[in-house]
Nanobody, 122 residues
C-alpha cells in the first residue's frame, strides 16, 4: 500500500503565502507524475498543478505566476508554494501521485492524500 500525507494548509489573509507538502510512503518502486488538485464547496475537483518525474510542470491558468510546484524525488515528496493568495483559492487541496510498486514495477496506480484545507480571507 501507498500513503500520501499532506501538510501545510491553514488560514491566511488575501495576499499571503502558504507552502503545501505531500510525502508518499509505503510500497513504492517508482513515482511518475505528482500533482495538486483542489475542490471548493459546490465545485468539481480541478487540477491546480502537476510535475513529471523529470521536472516538467503545468498549471491551471488561474494560478500561473502565483503557485510553484516542485518535488524531491529522493524523498518522494511534492510541494506547492502559493503566493499572492486570493479568496477564490479557498478549497481543500489534494495531493495525487502515480505510483508503481515493487510487485508491479511497470504498472502505475493513482493515489490520493486525505486533503488539506486552505482558507484565504478577504
Amino acid at each position: 500500500q501507498v500513503q500520501l500525507v499532506e501538510s501545510g494548509g491553514g488560514l491566511v489573509q488575501a495576499g499571503g503565502s502558504l507552502r503545501l507538502s505531500c510525502a508518499a510512503s509505503g510500497n513504492i518502486f517508482s513515482i511518475n507524475a505528482m500533482g495538486w488538485y483542489r475542490q471548493a464547496p459546490g465545485k468539481q475537483r480541478e487540477l491546480v498543478a502537476a510535475i513529471t518525474s523529470g521536472g516538467r510542470t503545468n498549471y491551471v491558468d488561474s494560478v500561473k505566476g502565483r503557485f510553484t510546484i516542485s518535488r524531491d524525488n529522493a524523498k518522494n515528496t511534492v510541494f506547492l508554494q502559493m503566493i499572492s493568495l486570493k479568496p477564490e483559492d479557498t478549497a481543500v487541496y489534494y495531493c495525487n501521485a502515480e505510483v508503481s510498486s515493487f510487485y508491479s514495477k511497470s504498472y502505475y496506480l493513482d493515489y490520493w492524500g486525505q486533503g488539506t484545507q486552505v482558507t484565504v480571507s478577504s
